[in-house]
């Protein structure tokens, strides 16, 4: 430990990156608790019932959480780098949403929601790091896929889907929940790190998923936004269009 | 015996229910506080099993609801939650005596087999 962050550490203050890696931690190890739970119930049940039947849910669920654990790393060693910042490249909206909702997909049926890709509409290449925008929607995806069913809705549909905003190229998740607000974010921020339930009004766990996302977008100097597709309620981020392919 | 089992999680409602139903219950699954009052209106439950971290509405919110109407003042409660009970350890008296909890299990720490034993127990009381 440097001779800065014992001191920050002696004042109870800690650096902001050491601050976001441990909110994070917190979350994820509430929000891994329900993966873990399911497995043993269902493994359990498995054994009870001398059946295989549970295993391909038993692996769907921790392929799914084993992806999180991974994208939590991934954004809490961005978080504790001095550089806060990823390298941008010229990426392409739709294979991105294409390969999360391809990654989503099992965990999607498991819980009974369907997934759509709605990328209608040509909208280039955007500045972005491909591997974190990636990352952040699967994680944003996880949470949101694990909530709806939760929620008093009548379908369980979550679209990924790209549109053209003021500011540039919108890349988010949808859905029919008129919980995913501006105010439900904003206060789940606030509360992340220090409540089990920090987005109380859209999901019964820690949402881990969504503060996960959160930091990686930070790392690429976006973030996660409350926005509407048609419509749909959903979180995004918006992304800087490539303007020098398009001139090229 | 019919359950009211008032869980969140899709996956684990599944698999609860499944476990119940093999043990001879009949369970009625409600995700949130306001569909398990419904539930119960329309069930009659001879139990509820109640998590805490629910959406939008806390278990305790539901449980408030439900002891507030005359017919449903004896059904025992059981609490299988994901939230450690050491947290409610000074809400023991409000949740026992207030809210006729008949007792609070830590999801993690009680298996299947137990939580069938639990219920069977309580219906050997009823």
Not at chain 1, 6 to 16: D, I, M, V, W
Not at chain 1, 52 to 75: C, H, K, M, S, V
Not at chain 2, 95 to 118: D, F, N
Request: proline share 4%; glycine share 6%; net charge negative.
């Amino acid at each position: 430990m440097g001779q800065r962050s014992r001191k920050l550490a002696a004042t109870g203050a800690l650096p902001a990156g050491r601050q976001v890696s441990e909110q994070l931690l917190l979350a994820v190890s509430e929000q891994m608790k329900l993966p873990f739970l399911q497995i043993a119930r269902a493994a359990e049940y498995g054994q009870l019932q001398q059946s295989t039947e549970t295993l391909p849910d038993i692996q769907t669920t921790a392929d799914a959480a084993i992806r999180l654990l991974d994208n939590y790393l991934f954004g809490a060693r961005l978080g504790l780098e001095e550089q806060y910042a990823l390298e941008l490249e010229p990426v392409s909206v739709s294979s991105v949403l294409y390969d999360a909702g391809q990654e989503l997909d099992q965990l999607a049926k498991l819980y009974g929601v369907e997934l759509e890709l709605n990328v209608a509409g040509k909208f280039g290449t955007v500045m972005a790091n491909r591997q974190a925008l990636q990352s952040a929607l699967i994680s944003l995806g996880y949470t949101l896929i694990e909530a709806l069913p939760s929620l008093q809705t009548k379908d369980h549909k979550l679209q990924l889907a790209a549109h053209r905003c003021r500011y540039g190229i919108v890349a988010g998740m949808y859905s029919s929940v008129e919980q995913l607000t501006a105010d439900a974010l904003r206060a789940g921020r606030k509360l992340h790190g220090h409540i089990r339930q920090p987005l109380a009004t859209l999901t019964h766990s820690s949402g881990a998923g969504v503060f996960v996302a959160d930091t990686i977008l930070q790392a690429m100097d976006s973030e996660l936004t409350p926005t509407r597709h048609h419509r749909l309620f959903g979180l995004g981020t918006v992304l800087k269009p490539n303007h020098q392919i398009q001139l090229v | 015996m019919r359950i009211l089992l008032v869980e969140p999680d899709a996956q684990l409602a599944r698999t609860y229910a499944q476990a119940l139903h093999d043990s001879g219950h009949e369970v009625v699954a409600a995700k949130t506080a306001q569909s398990a009052i419904h539930a119960a209106d329309a069930h009659k439950p001879h139990l509820v099993l109640l998590e805490m971290q629910l959406v939008s509405h806390s278990g305790i919110e539901f449980l408030y609801e439900f002891r507030s109407y005359d017919d449903w003042q004896n059904i025992p409660v059981i609490i299988l939650s994901v939230v450690p009970p050491g947290e409610f350890a000074g809400s023991r008296q409000l949740l026992e005596k207030e809210l006729g909890v008949t007792g609070y299990y830590y999801k993690p720490h009680t298996s299947l087999a137990q939580l069938c034993q639990l219920v069977n127990q309580s219906t050997v009381d009823v």
